[in-house]
């Protein structure tokens, strides 16, 4: 799988954003892509500072353009060129067809978290995750790049594979090592869970399940493994109910800076790794975010 190629980084003039953009440059220097660093004004502001200041939206823009450019130019980038545009609309709306016009594979966003609940992303960055045509980086204000451990969150789909070639790539880049976690349902663990009444961790173990499914993790990934053969890969299977619980105790217990997960899974595990699950984990994980998308992305859905 070829890395990304083009890349978008969202700019809202945060801190956060800020961060995002960085870590664009740095990824990108790796396979040479190219950045657009994109703002979206919204058409609500342009019209009060065409009201405000007497001027026409041209004025405005030309204005909003100096200024992105500036913030560009002050970020630290080092010498890569990013081009930048401005936008003016909805902001989920024109960051995706900023994506399309560019042909971009990966949207660079920054996740932007409240002071009571600093690891939730924002509402645009989480619509991003469901619903934009290409791949999303969500980076954390904190986060500061190399990476050095990443989780792989696998379900055995085709997408899932195309998740674990790029957190392969980006492990290669960075010299990190990577954790390949599947999460297996059992039948025994989840009828000792019902009702809420969960039993003792090594009760509701299924070692035969669990060597069934290490195998079929390791077969999996073994063929993935040989376009990054000096990366340091760990396939790992945990049998828990809540598959979303598993994966972010996973990502804590081993202080990883990244997640990198699919958006559609497996019909047959459609908890792993779409709907509320994933939107819980991009939502709550505590560090910066990969979401891969399908090669083709089901029309008019999430």
Excluded at 130 to 155: I, M, S
Excluded at 249 to 257: G, I, L, S
């Amino acid at each position: 799988m070829k890395p990304y190629q083009r890349l978008i980084a969202a700019i809202d003039f945060t801190p956060s954003c800020r961060n995002a953009l960085r870590e664009a440059v740095r990824l990108a220097g790796g396979s040479g892509a190219a950045i657009t660093a994109v703002h979206v004004m919204d058409e609500f502001l342009v019209s009060e500072l065409k009201r405000a200041l007497s001027t026409d939206q041209a004025s405005v823009r030309a204005e909003w353009e100096a200024r992105l450019r500036k913030f560009v130019d002050d970020s630290d980038l080092g010498t890569p060129h990013v081009e930048t545009e401005v936008r003016i609309g909805n902001a989920f709306f024109e960051l995706s067809e900023s994506c399309r016009v560019r042909q971009a594979d990966l949207l660079v966003m920054g996740a932007k978290g409240s002071r009571n609940e600093p690891n939730r992303v924002g509402v645009i960055a989480a619509k991003c995750v469901r619903k934009a045509p290409v791949d999303v980086l969500l980076v954390r204000e904190d986060a500061q790049g190399p990476f050095k451990h990443l989780v792989a969150c696998v379900d055995l789909s085709e997408n899932s594979a195309k998740a674990v070639s790029h957190a392969l790539q980006i492990a290669a880049q960075d010299d990190a090592s990577l954790d390949c976690l599947h999460v297996y349902q059992s039948a025994l663990a989840m009828s000792l869970d019902y009702g809420g009444l969960a039993a003792p961790v090594a009760s509701t173990m299924d070692d035969q399940g669990l060597r069934m499914w290490q195998s079929e993790l390791d077969k999996f990934i073994e063929p993935l493994k040989a376009a990054a053969p000096g990366v340091r890969v760990t396939s790992l299977v945990k049998e828990r109910v809540n598959i979303r619980e598993a994966i972010l105790d996973h990502v804590t217990e081993t202080h990883a800076d990244m997640v990198v997960l699919g958006t559609r899974g497996k019909s047959g595990l459609r908890e792993l790794l779409i709907g509320t699950t994933a939107e819980k984990i991009v939502a709550n994980a505590p560090c910066s975010i990969l979401a891969v998308k399908p090669h083709i992305l089901p029309e008019g859905q999430d």
